[in-house]
């Protein structure tokens, strides 16, 4: 049962450094999402997925990138971070397209900071 | 422009008492509307959606109504219990052409004092 899973859970990094999170579901859904969660706000889209091999631009990709090599995974990158990305970040996952009232699962959140 | 309201911004209540978070939208075209509860630290979990014909829907001690003429909605939770202390976040759904958009309110931030 475990849904959704996002490693790393915290990371610190500097600014100008790279890294990687990783979004595992073992749901066989088709769609997969990356959001940012920042104090005040709602819940910002930043890349999304809608089967293995496609990525596609969310609300606020600038400065991330994205793989989705195998269905079951989805990475979010952070090329060179800046202390804008500072954010909790969550993975999610959808059988159908989100908002055809299809329900989203999402992962339990990685704690970013960029110092 | 599509936007999601959520009110109040954080609210305390003593356990056993009954709320009500309100949720007003200007979002068009309105497909669904969607309530998610999320525990500190942890993800969001859906508790009801409601569809256009909808203006009453249960799950428990959480009530959800909408009203698609005023653009309003509710949630109402009953006999509160400490475990209902959690942000409670209200989605929008609109229909652009052939995609599907979700806007997302800010969150109300709900804590239950014994």
């Known amino acids: 049962n475990a849904g959704v899973t996002q490693t790393p859970k915290f990371r610190v990094l500097k600014t100008g450094q790279s890294m990687t999170l990783l979004c595992a579901q073992d749901?066989?859904?088709?769609?997969m999402y990356w959001y940012r969660q920042d104090p005040g706000m709602g819940l910002r889209l930043i890349h999304y997925?809608?089967?293995?091999?496609?990525?596609a631009k969310g609300e606020v990709p600038d400065g991330y990138n994205v793989s989705r090599l195998k269905k079951q995974n989805f990475l979010l990158g952070l090329e060179s971070a800046a202390p804008s990305q500072t954010s909790v970040y969550f993975c999610?996952?959808?059988?159908?397209?989100?908002?055809?009232?299809?329900?989203?699962?999402f992962g339990e959140g990685s704690r970013l900071t960029v110092l | 422009k599509n936007q999601v309201e959520q009110s109040p911004q954080s609210l305390i209540i003593l356990e056993g008492k009954n709320c009500t978070l309100q949720c007003n939208y200007t979002v068009s075209p309105f497909s669904n509307l969607r309530w998610y509860k999320q525990d500190t630290g942890r993800g969001p979990v859906s508790l009801t959606i409601?569809?256009?014909s909808e203006n009453t829907k249960s799950n428990g001690r959480y009530t959800a109504t909408l009203d698609a003429d005023t653009k309003q909605s509710s949630l109402h939770i009953t006999a509160s219990q400490l475990s209902d202390s959690a942000s409670y976040i209200c989605v929008v759904s609109a229909k652009v052409d052939s995609n599907y958009q979700l806007i997302w309110g800010a969150g109300t931030k709900l804590i239950i004092k014994p």
């Open positions: 999610a996952s959808s059988y159908v397209q989100h908002g055809f009232t299809g329900e989203l699962f």
């Open positions: 749901m066989n859904h088709e769609y």
């Open positions: 409601m569809t256009f």
């Open positions: 997925s809608v089967g293995e091999g496609t990525t």
